[in-house]
T-cell receptor
Framework: SQQGEEDPQALSIQEGENATMNCSYK?????LQWYRQNSGRGLVHLIL?????REKHSGRLRVTLDTSKKSSSLLITASRAADTASYFCATQRNYQLTFGKGTKLSVIP | DVKVTQSSRYLVKRTGEKVFLECVQD?????MFWYRQDPGLGLRLIYFSYDVKMKEKGDIPEGYSVSREKKERFSLILESASTNQTSMYLC?????????????????FGPGTRLTVT
C-alpha cells in the first residue's frame, strides 16, 4: 500500500535557490528515508531520519520529521543544476520500505 | 563501494515467455528486494528476502516469483510474461536495520532493467 506522498509533484527553481519538498504518510514508522533518482537510473540514498529524531543535516540537505503530523520535509540549500532529479521519500516499517510517487525537481542554470 | 548489479539494462520479451531478472550484490547484505517503477505510480514492492531461501510477498506479487539460493543473488521470475508487466524493474539490497525489530536502513539500488513485453 502506498504510504508516503510527496508534494509538490514537480518543482522548478533557479540555480542558487533553495528547494523544499514535503512528504506525508499515514501510519507509524521506524524511520523515514529520502532518495534521489536521476533520469532512468537506480535510486541513491540521501538521508535517513529515525522516528525519535526531529531534524537531521547532511551537507546541503536538511530533513525534518514531525511524527505528530506524520510529515517530513527535505530542504536542499543553494541548489545546483546537478540536483535536477526526482526525489522520493520512503517510510520504513516491518521489513518494508514504502515509497511515494516522487517530486521532480528541475534546477535551471 | 557497494555494488548492486542487474543482468540487463534493457530487455524485450514476447507475451507468454518465461523471464528471469537477476540481481547480484557484493556487500554480504541479508536483505534483498525487487520493485517495479511505473510513471505516476512510483516504486512498488514485488517481493523481498531477508535471508537465503526466505521470501516474503510485497504489495504486488501476482504474476511474479522469486528465488534466493545464495546470499548475494536474488532472481525475479515472470512465469508467463504479459504486456502489463512492461516496466522498469529495480533491485535493492540492505543490511538489517538498526531501528530494532524488522528494520531496514539504507537500501542500495541497482541501475534497473527496463523490460518491454510485446
Amino acid at each position: 500500500s502506498q504510504q508516503g506522498e510527496e508534494d509538490p509533484q514537480a518543482l522548478s527553481i533557479q540555480e542558487g535557490e533553495n528547494a523544499t519538498m514535503n512528504c506525508s504518510y499515514k501510519t507509524s514508522i521506524n524511520n523515514l528515508q529520502w532518495y534521489r533518482q536521476n533520469s532512468g537510473r537506480g535510486l541513491v540514498h540521501l538521508i535517513l531520519i529515525r522516528s525519535n529524531e526531529r531534524e537531521k543535516h547532511s551537507g546541503r540537505l536538511r530533513v525534518t520529521l514531525d511524527t505528530s503530523k506524520k510529515s517530513s520535509s527535505l530542504l536542499i540549500t543553494a541548489s545546483r543544476a546537478a540536483d535536477t532529479a526526482s526525489y522520493f521519500c520512503a517510510t520504513q516499517r516491518n521489513y518494508q520500505l514504502t515509497f511515494g510517487k516522487g517530486t521532480k525537481l528541475s534546477v535551471i542554470p | 563501494d557497494v555494488k548492486v548489479t542487474q543482468s540487463s539494462r534493457y530487455l524485450v520479451k514476447r507475451t507468454g515467455e518465461k523471464v528471469f531478472l537477476e540481481c547480484v550484490q557484493d556487500m554480504d547484505h541479508e536483505n534483498m528486494f525487487w520493485y517495479r517503477q511505473d510513471p505516476g505510480l512510483g516504486l512498488r514492492l514485488i517481493y523481498f528476502s531477508y535471508d537465503v531461501k526466505m521470501k516474503e510477498k510485497g504489495d504486488i506479487p501476482e504474476g511474479y516469483s522469486v528465488s534466493r539460493e545464495k546470499k548475494e543473488r536474488f532472481s525475479l521470475i515472470l512465469e508467463s510474461a504479459s504486456t502489463n508487466q512492461t516496466s522498469m524493474y529495480l533491485c535493492a539490497s540492505s543490511y538489517p536495520g538498526t531501528s530494532g525489530g524488522r528494520g531496514i536502513d539504507e537500501q542500495y539500488f541497482g541501475p534497473g532493467t527496463r523490460l518491454t513485453v510485446t
